[in-house]
């Protein structure tokens, strides 16, 4: 934060913008940053101090399990404790993208993440900024909406430093999100897909991937 109060606001642009918001998540920081749909605020996985600061500034409910957002598909083995292929299917079609995918966690994830759910929702974002962030971090970073619960949606850095300014450590400018609505957040269970919000993706072309029946969606 800067003296007075505020995160400090980096364009994403800065050839430092990167390697500062690293720096801030390595120390347990949280950091605002673009992605394909809204602005996110993140903390590293394995910082569940920082992870549970997620939930104070955001004044989120504990029930709620905050996401991990990742850099690459093979981040799915280190994170989830079982892949089938029907995961597979649903993230080579959909992502790079606006789908959450909620699977068995690993034993190792903090509590602040996946709560009493033993689940943890994965997706990797189709935005070039939020992409280097995660990477640069170690490939996965919990992240959910930078905004106040129940508020709407941050989709500028602006709206981003209204709601959170004076709660999180720094944000990455990355002008206006392309999306402007949250992920759809699915299910895999035993034999079903379940839709646990409605989001930016119609799910009813994602259930037809899940049944195989199509895999072409760009």
């Known amino acids: 934060m800067n003296a007075s ?7 994403a642009d800065d050839p430092e913008a990167i390697a500062l918001a690293t720096s801030v998540l390595r120390q347990g920081g949280l950091v605002v940053f673009p992605t394909d749909t ?3 605020v993140g903390a590293a996985v394995d910082r ?12 989120r409910p504990l029930d709620r399990p905050i996401p991990v957002l990742i850099s690459s598909v093979d981040q799915i083995e280190r994170l989830a404790a079982r892949v089938d ?3 597979r299917r649903l ?30 929702g994965l997706r990797m974002p189709d935005h070039p900024v939020a992409l280097a962030i995660i990477e640069a971090a170690g490939g996965a970073l919990a992240t959910t909406s930078a905004n106040r ?14 709601a959170l300014g004076d709660r999180v450590e720094l944000i990455i400018d ?10 759809t957040v699915v299910a895999v269970t ?7 919000r409605v989001g930016a993706l119609d799910p009813a072309l994602v259930r037809r991937v899940f049944r195989g029946e199509t895999g072409n969606t760009r």
């Open 85 to 87: 292929e029907r995961v």
């Open 5 to 11: 109060g505020q995160a400090r606001v980096v364009r």
């Open 190 to 196: 035993n034999s079903e897909l379940q839709v646990l």
């Open 91 to 120: 993230a080579e079609a959909f992502w790079p993208g606006a789908l959450t995918i909620v699977v068995p966690a690993q034993d190792w994830l903090p509590e602040e993440i996946v709560r009493e759910t033993g689940a943890v």
């Open 38 to 40: 809204v602005y996110g």
């Open 174 to 183: 990355g002008g206006r999100t392309p999306g402007g609505v949250p992920s």
């Open 149 to 162: 619960s129940g508020e709407k949606e941050a989709c500028t850095a602006e709206e981003a430093l209204e």
């Open 48 to 59: 569940p101090d920082a992870v549970a600061r997620i939930y104070r500034v955001k004044g």
